[in-house]
């Protein structure tokens, strides 16, 4: 190595460096050329020329966490409960009615903020998240957080489709995104019952987005709607927009919709995906998606969540996602992930790639996030673990919810330390 390359090196240390593509390792370090990340390694192997500071007990690195499914602009203070005898489609209205109510940019923009810091304080350096207007675009950049963002569209009739309304939109976040190498453009297709064939057909083509992400599959109503039978989606369609619509033919599943009229031909992330049939499962392992857990919103909302053991062995990328503020409590990726390993039985290790490199996978990004692989843009999470898990596996440490994050870098920026923020 060079003296002019070791200068331009920043190195980092902690008890435990957890790269995830490989063992974690004990006093290890972690080394930074500018955007990206250069080593990882032994502390006892650091040139002596790198002035790496001595780890310190209790703390550990590892990749940022990726939430694979938010909306920023739902941050509101507080939940939106569903009650036990309501509907979701109720519980729809609901949320509806309280986005409407406070629906300024200057409330969506102040919104945003909020998520994103609490994004930042528990260890997430990416969102996959989904928006109506260029305001958590805004937000992010000013955060530096790295984001996929898909701009919402609903348009359940099926003529004619609405090009030019949708087309402005997506400009609007096109231009708030010039400037923004952080940040991947999509478009998120409410659902297939909110968004007809022949509208998501024609506005994929028109706006050529990067990705797709998508609710799919999340409860009864939606299977109902697409069969063509009597739903709780035909109150909604009328409530809101003051009639019924229905598909052009009867689909036998929501993954089987999009199948059949070549939807899964990019890559694109589904949300939820709690109903699906094994034939389901086989075609989506065989196209370029990813799936979005979000299980206490499922669990809030609907009463169950997707079966892991139908999932487990489908090779199919599945990553944690909170959903939006208005179903869930926090927006701390490390909750939703304990609820998934309690519900599943998944290991700390697991647990920890489903927050970090599956998340990556899930978003397609995998070639430059999710582990502490050389040559991958630098964004992880420095944790502080107290003794009272001191003698845990460090998997399980960082899981634990007395392990605070203590600093957070993205792309080679602080952008989060726990005393003062950057
Ligand atoms: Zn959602």
Same mark, same amino acid.
């Given at each position: 190595?060079?003296?002019?390359?070791?200068?331009?090196?920043?190195?980092?240390?902690?008890?435990?460096?957890?790269?995830? %593509?490989?063992?974690?390792?004990?006093?290890?370090?972690?080394?930074?050329?500018?955007?990206?990340?250069?080593?990882?390694?032994?502390?006892? %192997?650091?040139?002596?020329?790198?002035?790496?500071?001595?780890?310190?007990?209790? =703390?550990?690195?590892?990749?940022?966490?990726?939430?694979?499914?938010?909306?920023?602009?739902? =941050?509101?203070?507080?939940?939106?409960?569903?009650?036990? #005898?309501?509907?979701?489609?109720?519980?729809? +209205?609901?949320?509806?009615?309280? &986005?409407?109510?406070?629906?300024?940019?200057?409330?969506?923009?102040?919104?945003?903020?909020?998520?994103?810091?609490?994004?930042?304080?528990?260890?997430?350096?990416?969102?996959?998240?989904?928006?109506?207007?260029?305001?958590?675009?805004? *937000?992010? #950049?000013?955060? $530096?957080?790295?984001?996929?963002?898909?701009?919402?569209?609903?348009?359940?009739?099926?003529?004619?489709?609405?090009?030019?309304?949708?087309?402005?939109?997506?400009?609007?976040?096109?231009?708030?995104? *010039?400037?923004?190498?952080?940040?991947?453009?999509?478009?998120?297709p409410h659902s297939l019952y909110n968004v007809s064939i022949a509208a998501w057909k024609a506005l994929q083509q028109a706006l050529q987005?990067?990705?797709?992400?998508?609710?799919?599959?999340?409860?009864?109503?939606?299977?109902?709607?697409?069969?063509?039978?009597?739903?709780?989606?035909?109150?909604?369609?009328?409530?809101?927009?003051?009639?019924?619509?229905?598909?052009?033919?009867?689909?036998?599943?929501?993954?089987?919709?999009?199948?059949?009229?070549?939807? +899964?031909? #990019?890559?694109?992330?589904?949300?939820?995906?709690?109903?699906?049939?094994?034939?389901?499962?086989?075609?989506?392992?065989?196209?370029?998606?990813?799936?979005?857990?979000?299980?206490?919103? &499922?669990?809030?909302?609907? $009463?169950?969540?997707?079966?892991?053991? %139908?999932?487990?062995?489908?090779?199919?990328?599945?990553?944690?996602?909170?959903?939006?503020?208005?179903?869930?409590?926090? +927006?701390?990726?490390?909750?939703?992930?304990?609820?998934?390993?309690?519900?599943?039985?998944?290991?700390?290790?697991?647990?920890?790639?489903?927050?970090?490199?599956?998340?990556?996978?899930?978003?397609? #990004?995998?070639?430059?996030?999710?582990? +502490?692989?050389?040559?991958?843009?630098? %964004?992880?999470?420095?944790?502080?673990?107290?003794?009272?898990?001191?003698? *845990?596996?460090?998997?399980?440490?960082?899981?634990?919810?007395?392990?605070?994050?203590?600093?957070?870098?993205?792309?080679?920026?602080?952008?989060?330390?726990?005393?003062?923020?950057?």
């Amino acid at each position: 190595m060079s003296t002019s390359q070791l200068s331009r090196l920043q190195y980092h240390s902690a008890q435990w460096v957890i790269p995830i %593509d490989g063992p974690p390792i004990e006093w290890g370090f972690l080394a930074i050329e500018g955007p990206q990340i250069h080593a990882v390694g032994q502390y006892a %192997d650091c040139p002596p020329s790198a002035k790496c500071p001595a780890p310190s007990p209790g =703390s550990i690195i590892t990749p940022g966490l990726i939430n694979t499914h938010i909306h920023l602009e739902q =941050s509101f203070s507080q939940t939106i409960p569903k009650g036990p #005898q309501q509907s979701f489609v109720d519980w729809l +209205l609901a949320v509806i009615e309280s &986005n409407r109510s406070r629906s300024s940019a200057t409330d969506k923009l102040e919104r945003c903020r909020l998520g994103i810091q609490e994004c930042l304080h528990s260890g997430v350096t990416c969102v996959n998240d989904i928006a109506s207007g260029p305001e958590s675009i805004q *937000a992010l #950049q000013e955060a $530096g957080l790295r984001a996929l963002v898909a701009l919402e569209v609903f348009h359940p009739g099926h003529q004619p489709i609405q090009i030019a309304h949708w087309l402005e939109a997506y400009q609007k976040l096109q231009q708030a995104s *010039a400037l923004a190498p952080l940040i991947t453009l999509g478009l998120s297709p409410h659902s297939l019952y909110n968004v007809s064939i022949a509208a998501w057909k024609a506005l994929q083509q028109a706006l050529q987005p990067a990705f797709i992400h998508t609710h799919l599959a999340e409860f009864e109503a939606e299977l109902n709607y697409l069969a063509q039978k009597p739903s709780a989606i035909d109150h909604l369609h009328q409530q809101v927009l003051g009639q019924a619509f229905t598909v052009a033919k009867p689909l036998p599943s929501p993954v089987q919709g999009l199948l059949e009229n070549h939807l +899964l031909n #990019q890559p694109t992330i589904l949300a939820h995906a709690i109903y699906t049939r094994p034939a389901d499962r086989k075609a989506l392992s065989q196209s370029p998606v990813g799936i979005a857990h979000c299980p206490r919103s &499922n669990l809030a909302l609907h $009463g169950k969540t997707l079966c892991w053991a %139908d999932w487990e062995n489908s090779h199919i990328p599945i990553g944690l996602g909170t959903d939006g503020r208005l179903s869930t409590p926090t +927006l701390d990726l490390r909750e939703e992930a304990r609820v998934a390993q309690s519900l599943h039985g998944w290991s700390d290790a697991r647990t920890l790639s489903a927050l970090t490199l599956d998340g990556a996978k899930v978003l397609g #990004q995998a070639h430059q996030l999710g582990s +502490l692989t050389p040559g991958k843009r630098a %964004d992880w999470v420095l944790w502080q673990a107290d003794s009272s898990t001191s003698h *845990a596996a460090p998997e399980k440490q960082v899981l634990a919810p007395t392990t605070p994050a203590q600093a957070v870098m993205i792309d080679g920026q602080w952008r989060y330390k726990r005393e003062s923020q950057c």
